[in-house]
C-alpha cells in the first residue's frame, strides 16, 4: 500500500532510494501549486529554486523524490543534469507556455548532453483555464 507523503524543505539524506525531479515552466503556470497538492500543504523555500522531498512508501519500500520547484530564471541548469524526471508545466490559458515547452525540452537535451548524459524522462502539466 501507499502512506501518504512527508514534505520537508531541504536534502534529507537516507539509505533508501532518492528520485531528482525538477518542475519546470513559466511563471504563473502553476508549477508550486502541483508540488504543493504533491506535499498535501504549503512549503516555504529560500531563494529562486526550491527543494522539497517528498518521502512516500510504496509497496513496503521507502521512497523519496527531492523535487526542485524552478522559476524561469533560477539556475536550474544543474538541477536538469542530476534529474531522473522531469516535469514540464504549461497553462491552457497561456498559449506562449505551450509554445515553450519545445524549448525547454531542447535545452534539457543540450544540457544533458555537454554532461554526457542521456535525456531525462519529460512529463507534461497542463493548469486548465477556470
Known sequence: ???PGVCRGGSGRSSHMVLNVVVLGDRGTGKSSLVC???GEMVKGIG????ITISKRISGAEA???VFDTQPTSPWKHAVQLADAVIIVSSCSDPPSIAHVSDYIAK????RKLANLPPPPFFGA???AD
Open 37 to 39: 497538492a504533491w506535499c
Open 126 to 128: 497542463g493548469k486548465k
Open 64 to 66: 523519496d523524490a527531492r
Open 48 to 51: 529562486i529554486l526550491r527543494q
Open 1 to 3: 500500500g501507499e502512506s
Open 108 to 111: 534539457i537535451q543540450n544540457y
